[in-house]
C-alpha cells in the first residue's frame, strides 16, 4: 500500500526558514518523480515544485523560485522541501504527491498518491 | 505559461443530476490532463487521468472526455458522497497549473 506522510509544519514567523520532509512507502521511490502541491485557506491547489526520480532535475513555481528548494534521499525514501524567506502567503497546507508513471518527467505524469497534508502558518 | 480556466465555480444541484464541469487551456495540451475530487479537510482524490481513463476504484457515474484544450468531467447521476469541490490540473509544462476549482453544493 503506498503511503506518504508530511512531517515539519508549523507556525513560523515572516522571514524564517522550515523544512518540510513526506516519507514513503509501498513503491520504489526513486522510480517516481514527486511534488510539493500547496493550499491556502479557503484556497485552491497550487502545484509548489516537483523533482525527478533521480533527484537530478527540479523544478518550481515562479512564487518560490529562489526561496524553496526540492530535494529526495533515495537511500531514505524521504522527500524534502526547504523553505526559506518565508512569507504570509506562503501559509497553506502543504502536501506531497507522487508522480503515476514511472520513470517520467515531473510532467506527462499526474498525481496518484497524496499525502494528509502538513500545516505551514508564517505569521508575527 | 498555459493558462487553464475552469468552470463553473460553484454549482447546486440535486441527487441524481448530471453536472458537467469544464476547463478549457489556452493552447492545446494534448490528453496531459487529470480530474480531482476533494472533501473538506482532505487530500485530493485522483478520478480521472489522461484526460479520460476512469482511476480503479473510481465509480463508473465519473467520466472524463476532451483534449486538445477543451477538456470535460462528467458525473451522471450525482449521489450524496459526490459533494465536494473539484479540480483539473495541467501536466502538459512547466508550471503544472490546476484548475480554479468548482465546488458542487447540495440543491
Known amino acids: 500500500e503506498v503511503q506518504l506522510l508530511e512531517s515539519g509544519g508549523g507556525l513560523v514567523q515572516p522571514g524564517g526558514s522550515l523544512r518540510l520532509s513526506c516519507g514513503a512507502s509501498?513503491?520504489?521511490?526513486?522510480?517516481?518523480?514527486m511534488s510539493w502541491v500547496r493550499q491556502a485557506p479557503g484556497k485552491g491547489l497550487e502545484w509548489v515544485s516537483g523533482i525527478s526520480g533521480s533527484g537530478g532535475n527540479t523544478y518550481y513555481a515562479d512564487s518560490v523560485k529562489g526561496r524553496f528548494t526540492i530535494s529526495r534521499d533515495n537511500s531514505k525514501n524521504t522527500l524534502y522541501l526547504q523553505m526559506n524567506s518565508l512569507r504570509a502567503e506562503d501559509t497553506a497546507v502543504y502536501y506531497c504527491?507522487?508522480?503515476?508513471?514511472?520513470?517520467?518527467?515531473?510532467?506527462?505524469?499526474?498525481?496518484?498518491?497524496w499525502g494528509q497534508g502538513t500545516l505551514v502558518t508564517v505569521s508575527s | 505559461d498555459i493558462q487553464m480556466t475552469q468552470s463553473p465555480s460553484s454549482l447546486s444541484a440535486s441527487v441524481g443530476d448530471r453536472v458537467t464541469i469544464t476547463c478549457r487551456a489556452s493552447q492545446g495540451i494534448g490528453n496531459d490532463l487529470g480530474w480531482y475530487q476533494q472533501k473538506p479537510g482532505k487530500a485530493p482524490k485522483r478520478l480521472i487521468y489522461?484526460?479520460?481513463s476512469l482511476q480503479s476504484g473510481v465509480p463508473s457515474r465519473f467520466s472524463g472526455s476532451g483534449s486538445g484544450t477543451e477538456f470535460t468531467l462528467t458525473i451522471t447521476s450525482l449521489q450524496p458522497e459526490d459533494f465536494a469541490t473539484y479540480y483539473c490540473?495541467?501536466?502538459?509544462?512547466?508550471?503544472?497549473?490546476f484548475g480554479g476549482g468548482t465546488k458542487v453544493e447540495i440543491k
Open positions: 509501498g513503491f520504489t521511490f526513486n522510480t517516481y518523480a
Open positions: 504527491a507522487k508522480g503515476s508513471r514511472p520513470a517520467r518527467p515531473v510532467i506527462r505524469s499526474d498525481f496518484d498518491y
Open positions: 489522461a484526460a479520460s
Open positions: 490540473l495541467l501536466h502538459n509544462s512547466y508550471p503544472l497549473t
